[in-house]
């Protein structure tokens, strides 16, 4: 009997961009790979109001065509300190029309799906989404470099308004392990 975690993970992984999208995806290819996390939380007042250690695991996917990641917090090693947390997916794909990404982010934890627009630059990556809130959510990575990013999650009200929500400054992991 064939197992099917071998063929979803044979399936879903690649190797690489394929040539037509390595253009496209070049913004993405420094964060491939596996990242340690300091997470933190804000309230409306800015404050730090929690803070935990996350990972997050970054690969080429679906034939690659796209980009996906998985990012865990607390991590793994933490869970049984700071209990259980969220698993959430992202799967990027290039629109040539947009000449953007298009990025659908799942939680399940929570049933949380948001979908996104993306453009970047030569070291940073915008996501915007409007759905399902009313108001406008941000995801950025800024200062990618091959060994660390910043990353922040924040909400802009319709007054132009913005609240910061959630950092992550990520670290690269060893890449022997």
Request: hydrophobic content about 35%; glycine content about 8%.
């Amino acid at each position: 009997m064939t197992d099917p975690r071998s063929i979803l993970a044979d399936l879903f992984v690649s190797d690489g961009p394929r040539p037509e999208y390595a253009e496209a995806f070049q913004v993405f290819t420094p964060l491939i790979g596996s990242w340690d996390l300091d997470v933190r939380w804000y309230d409306e007042a800015g404050e730090v109001v929690r803070q935990t250690e996350g990972e997050w695991h970054f690969g080429w996917a679906l034939d690659g065509r796209a980009v996906a990641d998985i990012w865990i917090t607390p991590s793994r090693a933490r869970r049984p300190i700071d209990g259980d947390g969220e698993w959430g997916l992202s799967i990027r794909l290039h629109d040539p029309e947009l000449k953007a990404f298009r990025s659908t982010w799942m939680g399940p934890k929570h049933a949380f799906v948001m979908t996104f627009i993306g453009r970047s630059g030569d070291d940073w990556i915008t996501l915007e989404a409007r759905e399902p809130t009313a108001y406008k959510t941000r995801w950025g990575f800024t200062n990618i470099t091959t060994t660390t990013f910043d990353w922040r999650n924040e909400d802009e009200a319709e007054d132009g308004t913005i609240t910061l929500r959630q950092t992550f400054a990520a670290v690269r992991r060893d890449r022997s392990t």
